[in-house]
């Protein structure tokens, strides 16, 4: 049986990426700072799998404490989740985001090549095609400017990893670049957790509805699409999480290098996703309108045919499911979104 090291598996799509693998009995070691997380979230992956796993307080950037995971457990590839990632914050502490994402990778991966372990599958983002215009996104579209230090760190580790494989052929590399992931497990035990206000969408929804926040304020109504409000490809978590399973099945067999999206391959808009979760959760969403948030691009979303031809794909959740198991989480969680 195979032994994954998972870093930043306590946070929201690690977390369900574990639920995952230990389910498709692969063996997991785990590893993150909780700078966004929780020690409970990985109890509560032991609790949905019945499956007991070793976790570590373990930054990446911590070179000696890594190397001594490296040497305790024989790993043999590694999913890399850790990050941080709010677009807004990356711009007003740009060192810390250029040293925690890029650095941090670096670091994870100099010590995975002195223990030979050249399997990797990698956390991007769809953030990396910038305001490109040739919508849908395919993994090739030639990318536009990037409007965030965040997403200059995804691009930047992508072309890092690249180049990694280009010097030894021996690495085998999957970089996954994520639409809006949203949802949570069925179980209501492991979702999204966010630290403060939500910047996201979907967890802001679920607060307004949850009587948390008083009211969403929708980004403008004012965009070039059918209702004016801005469209996004909303991706169930739990489907992501299995697209890691099917990306880390091809590295660990075949020596390749490959970049997929993965989303739904469909595109909602603000309102649609509001009205959406109204009637999947038997709510009301109190809005109005304000004005457009700088950066946000009308409309993105993915091409997916790629995924689907050479890891079968399927993104299977639709947007019912995704706001039904958001509130279900919210709903069973609401004395954490006070926490820290
Ligand atoms: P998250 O914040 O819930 O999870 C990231 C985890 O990494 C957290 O548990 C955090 O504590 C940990 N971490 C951060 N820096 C670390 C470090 N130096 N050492 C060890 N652990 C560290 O975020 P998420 O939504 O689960 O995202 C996971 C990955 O996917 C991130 O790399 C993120 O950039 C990427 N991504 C997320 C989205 C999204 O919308 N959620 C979209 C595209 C890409
Ligand atoms: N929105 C609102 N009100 C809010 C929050 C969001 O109207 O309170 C709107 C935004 O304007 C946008 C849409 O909802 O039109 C989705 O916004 P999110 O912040 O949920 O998601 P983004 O598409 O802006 O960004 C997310 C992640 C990025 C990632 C990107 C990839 O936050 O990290 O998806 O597609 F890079």
Redesign the pocket.
Same mark, same amino acid.
Request: glycine share 14%.
């Given at each position: 049986m195979h032994n994954i090291l998972v870093? *930043?598996? /306590?946070?929201? =799509?690690?977390s369900h990426t574990c639920v995952e693998l230990l389910n498709s009995e692969y063996n997991i070691v785990v =590893?993150? %700072?909780?700078?966004?997380?929780w020690e409970e979230s990985l109890k509560s992956v032991q609790k949905i799998t019945g499956r007991i796993f070793k976790y570590y307080e373990?930054? =990446?950037?911590d070179s000696e404490k890594l190397e001594a995971i490296f040497k305790k457990h024989k790993i043999n590839a590694v999913i890399h989740? /850790? *990050?941080?990632?709010s677009v807004a914050q990356s711009n007003i502490f740009p060192l810390d985001y250029y040293l %925690?994402?890029v650095w941090?990778t670096i670091n994870l991966c100099r010590i995975m090549k002195k223990f030979f372990v050249k399997k990797i599958v990698f956390?991007?983002? /769809?953030?990396v095609y910038g305001d490109s215009p040739e919508i849908p996104f395919k993994e090739d579209t030639k990318k536009g400017k990037l409007s965030s230090v965040?997403g200059k760190t995804?691009l930047m580790v992508e072309e890092i990893l690249r180049d990694i494989k280009k010097s030894d052929n021996e690495w085998s590399i999957s970089i996954l670049?994520?639409? %809006?992931?949203v949802g949570a497990h069925e179980s209501g035990l492991i979702g999204?957790n966010p630290k403060g206000i939500p910047n %996201?969408l979907m967890p802001f929804i679920s607060q307004v509805a949850a009587d948390i926040l008083p009211e969403l304020t929708i980004f403008s109504d004012d965009y070039e699409t059918p209702d004016g409000t801005c469209i996004r490809d909303y991706i169930h978590v739990v489907d992501l999480a299995k697209g890691h399973i099917l990306a880390l099945n091809k590295i660990l067999i075949n020596n390749t290098f490959d970049v997929y999206n993965l989303g739904s391959g469909v595109g909602h808009s603000v309102l649609e996703l509001v009205s959406a979760f109204e009637k999947a959760c038997l709510t009301t969403v109190k809005y109005k309108i304000g004005p457009r948030r700088s950066g946000d691009l009308p409309m993105l979303y993915a091409d997916t045919t790629k995924a689907k031809k050479e890891l079968c794909f399927c993104a299977s959740s639709d947007i019912e499911k995704m706001c039904k198991d958001t509130f279900n989480w919210q709903n069973k969680n609401k004395s954490k979104y006070y926490k820290k």
């Open positions: 870093t *930043g598996g /306590a946070g929201y =799509i690690g =590893i993150d %700072n909780y700078k966004n997380s373990c930054d =990446i950037k989740f /850790a *990050g941080l990632k %925690n994402n941090g956390s991007s983002s /769809a953030t965040y995804k670049r994520y639409f %809006n992931p999204e %996201n």
